[in-house]
């Protein structure tokens, strides 16, 4: 079984910068497909950033483009994600989300990895507070 946990969160001002980190353990030697997700007060979840099995092709929600960054860690089973640039309305609560490899990756496109289905593994989230 595939356990994903988060870290990183915590509060920030308007401006200020935030890195958040994600770990995929139980299956060893895999590559994972690793995305953010978040979801604020009162909102469904949304989309924020997504990095391809490879670790390479990141894709961005346009309202974190040019702002946050998501890269791979130490191991294709880890990913970060650099928040700059805060606004009060990133305030959320911050998921990883974790696909591994396999023999039916190769029918996700990226706009399938925008989205929940792409992912068969979630951390239970990491709250980000930015105020004003």
């Known amino acids: 079984q595939v356990h994903v946990e988060e870290s990183g969160g915590g509060a920030a001002q308007a401006g200020g910068s935030l890195r958040l980190s994600c770990v995929a353990t139980?299956?060893?030697?895999?590559?994972?497909?690793m995305g953010w997700f978040r979801q604020a007060a009162g909102k469904e979840r949304e989309f924020v950033a997504t990095?391809?099995?490879?670790?390479?092709?990141?894709y961005y929600a346009d309202s974190v483009k040019g702002r946050f960054t998501i890269s791979r860690g130490n191991g294709q089973n880890t990913a970060h994600l650099q928040m700059n640039n805060l606004q009060p309305e990133d305030t959320a609560v911050y998921y990883c989300?974790?696909?591994?490899?396999?023999?039916?990756?190769?029918?996700?496109?990226?706009?399938?990895?925008?989205?929940?289905?792409?992912?068969?593994?979630w951390g239970t989230g990491t709250l980000v507070t930015v105020s004003s």
């Open positions: 989300a974790a696909d591994p490899f396999d023999r039916h990756s190769g029918l996700k496109t990226i706009m399938s990895m925008t989205t929940a289905f792409g992912y068969d593994y």
């Open positions: 139980g299956r060893p030697n895999t590559n994972f497909a």
């Open positions: 990095l391809s099995w490879s670790g390479d092709s990141p």
